[in-house]
């Protein structure tokens, strides 16, 4: 379907409107009564993105607070010399598990639970696009997350840093399943953090005010819009590092024995290509609602709005080339050193153009110091301060020096806090009263600022002194005479500080924050922004059309006008939940959107996930199983109900302006947010191929060792014909399900049998090709690499059967036609990266051999 063309009103003066008033008695009424959450026990069914995103809020800050007591512990052990309030064992678990709760569990899933509660109003969507996805994510997240925290009471938390460096993470040196616990619960909570990555990229590009064309994008959804990329580009690498070393300590695979043809340098690689902008994933959400908050408080526009948004996508772009920058020490060749060194200090650059655009926009306006202010004033001092110590980092001979002592912890910490910490309190303070009755207490706030600004600089100054006397890290004690106690001392009174000050925040939030529905405090701020619209369960009343990018500023009566209905989609024209898709470029309305509504699947679902990769963790492979089918199983009845089809005619918006209210093709949400989801598989499966090629590099004349035979190319011709096949036949289908309305060819079905048979039949000849030639994964690393890439193309031909079964359901029960192919035309998208997949694959196993060793 096309695009329907937008009508004048739309470019015309806002004082005229396409719906009169007053509106019909009942028309607000029925839009309220879909929104309704459920009640009882099923109150935690609900999906509305005003409750996952609060609920999401406060598990993030609950695990800032387990991993602030963690912290507190270590520093309490490190105040004095020779202490022995927790032995080595236990230290080790204690800071393996704070770095990853803050990393993992905190700074991520908190600048993304702040976009599921603000990106929708701030766009002035009813909802996210995918509400049951975000529910899922959250959830994921929730289970996933306590359980991984608990095993610190249990003795089962992983020691070996929250970086798992092979080989001390490996089965030789850790023989429990402590790393098990590390590596596959995380691998599963990045899943959860790549589920809501989808769905931000799908809400910031589809689902915006009428209007609001990039250009008049809130700088907050231009930041989440980097962000989200940034995880489906970057979180790859470390889900396919956390899935091979725990090939390798669950099979004997040896990706990382050096011995067997591995290197241990290839975690390193994998884990920093994500761990480096894992910095900048953090901190860009956290610049993007600076970015917000520093206009509405000093009351005038952000000064260099393009150039901040330039910055945010090149500061997207350059931290994925400064992974090495964590590995100037590992003896790396000096030209490649002298790169990274120079990409290391060229992203300053962007930093340092916000930072000039916020004191700009602080000295065009008039701002006054209030909490959110003094938060504001405190992420620019302590940030810019990590920023120069990062600088320092960054030159190789520095580096060498400061590498694995004090320094750089007291550097990363400055750059953590001051980067992601003191934004979010800010953020906190300044849209509280958004979705609270009461604001929180500006006098508690002042102290909670003040203590947690002096306990920084208190706690991480004295260590850049204690690392450049030569203390290193991760040590849980060390000797008297060193001249560290002093400073260590003070580092603990300013860890305690910190403590008191969120500990003083909890205080007010208890006291003060009522999150009531249709009652907040409203825009005590006076900002120019749509979140501050007024807003219940189902959003805003009437989607507006914005001509600016402070519409609360420009566009008079705008608040009063939305709350009347004098704007689009007023009531509800299907009777459930609902909102409009607009172009991504233009913003311009293309088809109504039907949102699904609460349901116990996607908690189900979290829950069976979880199941799965724990129950696994612990060996149990035959409950994980159960579990892991459990779990598909409600993903399926989760996706049976979330395709409505074109059961209702074009739909009157507003003004007599007809839009439809079903789509296929690249204009439908579910189309974009599958293209996201194969971004992600494409990075996982480079990453693999990264890998391949790196073991070849540290395997010079020996890939394949001596005696191993490669499989005749004929092989993956006869692999790739087969996938190419599978494919056409797809492409058949396809094309016989285009044609009259409500066409359903009987072909279809058939088509799709067919091509998941030869899909099986190749992905079967191409295990079998490698095994009948007696290669074995565990001999050496050749072999785990070939079975590393051939069982990944396995995986996602299981995938495309799941797929097309499914597919070939809902053609049977009469849920797929020629118009209503959602389903089919996501299955087909899938179908094909998967195919372009194996054909990669195969050409890397059956021809590199032979291209570099003549084979």
């Known amino acids: 379907m096309n695009a329907p063309e937008s009508p004048k009103s739309f470019e015309r003066d806002t004082s005229e409107f396409p719906n009169p008033v007053p509106r019909p008695k009942d028309e607000l009424e029925r ?35 387990l991993a602030g007591i963690l912290a507190l512990i270590m520093r309490t052990q490190l105040a004095s010399p020779e202490s022995d309030l927790v032995g080595h064992d236990l230290y080790n678990q204690l800071f393996t598990m704070h770095g990853t709760v803050m990393m993992f569990l905190f700074a991520v899933p908190a600048v993304e639970a702040a976009s599921v509660y603000l990106l929708p109003n701030m766009q002035a969507a009813r909802d996210l696009p995918f509400p049951r996805l975000s529910a899922y994510a959250f959830w994921a997240y929730f289970v996933g997350g306590l359980v991984f925290f608990s095993t610190i009471f249990f003795g089962l938390a992983p020691k070996s840093g929250w970086f798992m460096y092979p080989p001390l993470s490996s089965l030789k040196y850790s023989p429990e399943d402590n790393a098990d616990w590390w590596l596959l619960g995380i691998g599963f909570i990045e899943i959860s953090a790549i589920a809501g990555a989808i769905e931000i990229i799908v ?13 008049k994008m809130p700088i907050y959804s231009w930041a989440m819009i980097v962000f989200a990329a940034m995880i489906i580009v970057g979180f790859p690498a470390i889900i396919l590092g956390t899935l091979l070393l725990e090939m390798e300590r669950a099979f004997d695979w040896p990706f990382f024995i050096a011995e067997r043809g591995g290197d241990p340098l290839l975690w390193q690689h994998l884990f920093w290509f994500f761990g480096h902008p894992e910095v900048y994933i953090i901190f860009i959400p956290a610049t993007g609602m600076v970015s917000m908050i520093v ?9 260099g709005y393009r150039l901040i948004v330039l910055a945010l996508i090149a500061t997207g772009f350059l931290s994925f080339g400064l992974w090495v920058h964590h590995m100037f020490a590992t003896g790396l060749p000096k030209m490649s050193l002298s790169f990274f060194s120079a990409a290391s200090t060229a992203v300053a650059v962007p930093s340092g153009i916000q930072v000039f655009a916020w004191i700009a926009t602080i000295a065009a306006g008039r701002m006054k110091l209030n909490t959110p202010s003094l938060f504001i004033i405190g992420f620019l001092f302590i940030f810019v301060l990590g920023g120069l110590t990062g600088v320092m980092v960054a030159m190789v001979p520095f580096d060498w020096q400061a590498h694995d002592t004090y320094f750089v912890v007291a550097h990363l910490h400055y750059v953590l806090i001051g980067g992601m910490v003191f934004p979010l309190f800010a953020a906190l303070y300044f849209w509280i009263p958004a979705a609270s009755k009461r604001p929180l207490s500006e006098r508690l706030g002042r102290w909670v600022f003040g203590l947690m600004f002096l306990g920084v600089n208190v706690t991480f100054f004295p260590m850049h002194i204690t690392g450049l006397i030569g203390m290193p890290r991760r040590v849980y004690t060390y000797p008297v005479g060193m001249e560290w106690h002093e400073l260590n001392l003070i580092s603990t009174v300013g860890a305690f500080m910190i403590a008191a000050g969120v500990a003083l925040f909890i205080y007010d939030m208890l006291r003060n924050f009522r999150p009531v529905q249709d009652q907040n405090a409203g825009n005590v701020w006076n900002a120019g922004t749509l979140e501050w619209l007024p807003n219940g369960n189902y959003g805003v009343r009437s989607i507006p059309v914005i001509t600016s990018r402070e519409p609360l500023w420009d566009q008079a009566n705008l608040a009063k006008d939305v709350e009347a209905g004098r704007y689009y989609l007023p009531g509800t024209v299907t009777g459930g939940r609902e909102t409009i898709v607009t172009s991504p470029f233009d913003a311009r309305p293309q088809y109504i959107l039907q949102i699904p509504g609460p349901g116990w699947q996607p908690l189900l679902a979290a829950v069976f996930t979880a199941g799965f990769f724990l129950l696994l963790t612990v060996k149990l492979v035959f409950p994980s199983i159960v579990c892991g089918v459990l779990a598909v199983g409600c993903v399926i009845w989760w996706l049976w109900e979330t395709d409505p089809g074109p059961v209702r005619p074009p739909a009157d918006i507003g003004g ?36 391949y090629l790196f073991l070849w590099l540290v395997n010079p004349g020996a890939w394949p060792p001596e005696g191993v035979v490669v499989p005749h190319f ?15 036949l797809i492409v058949w289908a396809s094309r016989n399900l285009r044609g009259e309305y409500r066409r359903r060819p009987a072909s279809v079905p058939i088509l799709i049998a067919i091509a998941l048979l030869l899909f099986v039949a190749g992905s079967a000849m191409d295990l079998w090709s490698h095994w009948q030639t007696g290669l074995s994964p565990k001999e050496h690393a050749y072999g785990a690499a070939v079975y590393g890439i051939v069982s990944f193309q396995v995986l996602f031909v299981g995938v495309t059967l799941i797929m097309g079964l499914y597919t070939i359901a809902r053609w049977l029960a009469g849920k797929l036609d020629s118009v209503r192919r959602t389903t089919f035309d996501n299955t087909m998208l899938f179908w094909y990266y998967t195919t372009a997949q194996g054909l990669g694959g195969a050409a890397v196993v059956y021809g590199f051999p032979k291209l570099v060793g003549g084979y």
């Open 714 to 728: 004929l092989y993956g011709a006869v692999v790739g014909a087969l996938y190419l096949a599978s494919a056409a």
């Open 656 to 691: 007599g302006f007809t839009v439809p209210v079903y789509v296929t093709g690249p204009m439908n949400h579910s189309w974009w947010g599958m293209i996201s989801l194969l971004v992600v598989c494409g990075m996982i499966f480079t990453c693999l191929v990264f890998s």
């Open 203 to 215: 809400g910031v590009m589809k689902t915006r005010a009428i209007g609001m064309s990039l250009d």
């Open 295 to 303: 206009p509405a408080l000093a009351q005038t526009p952000l000064v």
């Open 31 to 65: 839009l309220k009564r879909p929104w309704v959450p459920p009640k009882g026990l099923s109150f935690i069914t609900a999906v509305n993105n005003t409750y996952v995103g609060m609920w999401y809020v406060g598990t993030a800050l609950l695990f800032f607070v």
